[in-house]
C-alpha cells in the first residue's frame, strides 16, 4: 500500500523551484549579468533588482524612518548653531593684532576664528576638488559614453507604416 500523503509538507519540486529563486545566483551567468541584459525590459530590472535588495539583507528604509532622520539632522544642526551662536556671544571682544612693525588690527575673537577656520579649510577644499575634477577626467577618457546612433529613414518609415 502507497504511503499517506501529508499535505502540510511542500512538494520536493516546488521546494527546489523556491530555493533556487531566493539563491543569488541563479544559473551558470556571472552574477549581475541578468541586469545587464539588454533586451530585458525595465520592469523585469526593477523587479530582479528589487529581489537582489530584499535577499542581501538589507532592508529599505521606510519613509517615516527617513523623515525621522532628516529631523534629527537638522536638529543635529540647529542645536551646533546655537551652541557656536552662544560661544561667539560670550567672546565677543575685540582681540589686537600686531600685523608688521607698529601697524596692528582690533578683530572681534569669534571673526578671527571664523577666518582661520577657512584659511585652513580652503587649502584642502581646493586639493579636494582637484583630485576630483583629475580622477573625473581620466575616468572619462577610459571610459567614453556611447555613441548616439541615429535613426535611420527605412526605421521611421517602418514606424509609421504600423
Request: aromatic residues 8%; proline residues 9%.
Given at each position: 500500500?502507497?504511503?499517506p500523503?501529508?499535505k502540510?509538507a511542500?512538494?520536493?519540486?516546488?521546494?527546489?523551484?523556491?530555493?533556487?529563486?531566493?539563491?543569488?545566483?541563479?544559473?551558470?551567468?556571472?552574477r549581475?549579468?541578468?541586469?545587464?541584459c539588454?533586451?530585458?525590459?525595465?520592469?523585469?530590472?526593477r523587479?530582479?533588482s528589487?529581489?537582489k535588495?530584499?535577499?542581501?539583507?538589507?532592508?529599505e528604509p521606510?519613509p517615516?524612518s527617513?523623515?525621522?532622520m532628516q529631523?534629527?539632522?537638522?536638529?543635529?544642526?540647529?542645536?551646533?548653531?546655537v551652541f557656536?551662536?552662544i560661544?561667539?556671544?560670550?567672546?565677543?571682544?575685540d582681540?589686537?593684532?600686531?600685523?608688521w612693525g607698529?601697524?596692528?588690527a582690533d578683530v572681534?575673537?569669534?571673526?578671527?576664528v571664523?577666518?582661520?577656520?577657512l584659511l585652513?579649510?580652503l587649502?584642502?577644499f581646493?586639493?579636494m576638488?582637484?583630485r576630483?575634477?583629475r580622477?573625473e577626467r581620466r575616468?572619462s577618457?577610459?571610459n567614453p559614453?556611447?555613441?548616439?546612433?541615429a535613426?535611420?529613414?527605412?526605421?521611421?518609415d517602418?514606424d509609421?507604416?504600423l
Amino acid at each position: 500500500m502507497a504511503a499517506p500523503i501529508n499535505k502540510t509538507a511542500p512538494a520536493p519540486a516546488m521546494t527546489r523551484f523556491f530555493s533556487d529563486l531566493s539563491s543569488p545566483r541563479r544559473g551558470l551567468e556571472p552574477r549581475g549579468a541578468a541586469l545587464n541584459c539588454p533586451v530585458m525590459p525595465a520592469a523585469a530590472k526593477r523587479s530582479l533588482s528589487a529581489t537582489k535588495r530584499r535577499n542581501s539583507g538589507q532592508e529599505e528604509p521606510s519613509p517615516l524612518s527617513r523623515n525621522v532622520m532628516q529631523f534629527l539632522r537638522t536638529l543635529f544642526w540647529v542645536v551646533l548653531a546655537v551652541f557656536l551662536a552662544i560661544i561667539a556671544r560670550n567672546n565677543w571682544f575685540d582681540v589686537t593684532i600686531n600685523l608688521w612693525g607698529s601697524l596692528q588690527a582690533d578683530v572681534k575673537l569669534p571673526l578671527l576664528v571664523l577666518i582661520a577656520l577657512l584659511l585652513g579649510f580652503l587649502p584642502t577644499f581646493l586639493v579636494m576638488r582637484a583630485r576630483q575634477w583629475r580622477l573625473e577626467r581620466r575616468l572619462s577618457v577610459a571610459n567614453p559614453p556611447a555613441p548616439q546612433i541615429a535613426p535611420t529613414v527605412a526605421a521611421a518609415d517602418r514606424d509609421f507604416a504600423l
